[in-house]
């Protein structure tokens, strides 16, 4: 069975830079096809996509905020990690981890994270 | 970037009534369209992949259609767990964009 669960902190100032991290379990990012990506979703709005890795290291960024994304994995520890520099207000969304095969469909997402964006 | 549009944004129902969303992409995306359940509080759960296949455990009053830009999201007799938010998503394409929601309410 699949889980993801992020983790991180709740609170960050402007412009500081944001790390989150998607532990999972049940798949491994070493295997042909796997992949998790990043979703955020403002309050009260949509989903917007932010990143993806796969099991290749192939990564994929949402080229509006392409000069503030990083993603990475660490397939020994069944982790992927988010970095967003420079945060603003604007940024503050609940942000959730998503688990995909083969594809840009999301089968299992964590329960997300609330990221508020604040002085 | 691809658009998704939904309609309508919101709508009330009642238990047992059918329920139709629409979804319009502003270019073509063949079947690559995927349908998501969201409730409050709650991660979106996908129900439709690939436009028209249920995943697994999605009860079977859930269907999806379409192809090229125009889908279909189908509720056949609404159940008092379905009122929620329900997301279209096109994964033709990066950026895996989606439609702004349809919130279905009890009437």
């Known amino acids: 069975q699949i889980t993801l669960k992020e983790s991180g902190p709740t609170l960050v100032k402007p412009t500081q830079t944001l790390t989150l991290t998607c532990t999972f379990s049940g798949f491994s990012l070493s295997t042909t096809g796997m992949g998790v990506g990043w979703i955020r979703q403002s309050p009260g709005k949509a989903l917007e996509w932010l990143t993806i890795?796969?099991?290749?290291?192939?990564?994929r960024y949402r080229s509006s905020l392409r000069s503030r994304l990083t993603i990475t994995k660490d397939t020994s520890k069944n982790q992927v990690v988010l970095t967003m520099t420079n945060m603003d207000p604007v940024d503050t969304a609940t942000y959730y981890c998503a688990h995909s095969i083969y594809s840009r469909v999301f089968d299992y997402w964590g329960q997300g994270t609330l990221i508020t964006v604040s002085s | 970037d691809i658009q998704m549009t939904q309609s309508p944004s919101s709508m009330s129902a009642s238990v047992g009534d059918r329920v139709t969303i629409t979804c319009r992409a502003s270019q073509g995306v063949k079947t690559w369209l995927a349908w998501y359940q969201q409730k409050p509080g709650k991660a979106p759960n996908l129900l439709i992949y690939?436009?028209?296949s249920l995943q697994s455990g999605v009860p079977s009053r859930f269907s999806g259609s379409g192809s090229g830009t125009d889908f279909t999201l189908t509720i056949s007799s609404l159940q008092p767990e379905d009122f929620a938010t329900y997301y279209c998503q096109q994964t033709d394409s990066f950026p895996p964009t989606f439609g702004q929601g349809t919130k279905v309410e009890v009437q």
């Open positions: 890795i796969y099991y290749d290291d192939d990564k």
């Open positions: 690939g436009a028209s």
